[in-house]
């Protein structure tokens, strides 16, 4: 992904409208603490997803969390560059 694209995705927007239903599931398993809506899985269906696709996802978040977790409590340092978070 070009750096644009990464910037698109940090605020959970694409040009590609099936990486936007992708982007938006994620955030919604994130922001509902795991709960995603009918609506939102319906959504990612409707994008092409497959029901495995959508277990992938969750299991991406859930991997993501826990590897945050992680580095926090063992204060892992952290040697990749400084990105600044994008307020959505």
Do not use: C, W
Not at 21 to 50: M, Q, W
């Amino acid at each position: 992904m070009s750096e644009e694209e990464v910037e698109r995705a940090q605020r959970f927007e694409s040009e590609q409208e099936q990486r936007v239903a992708a982007l938006r599931f994620a955030r919604e398993v994130v922001e509902s603490r795991r709960h995603p809506s009918d609506e939102a899985i319906d959504e990612a269906r409707n994008a092409g997803y497959t029901d495995e696709q959508i277990v992938e996802m969750v299991a991406t978040v859930a991997l993501a969390t826990f590897t945050n977790y992680r580095n926090d409590t063992m204060e892992t340092e952290v040697d990749l560059p400084k990105v600044e978070s994008v307020q959505v």
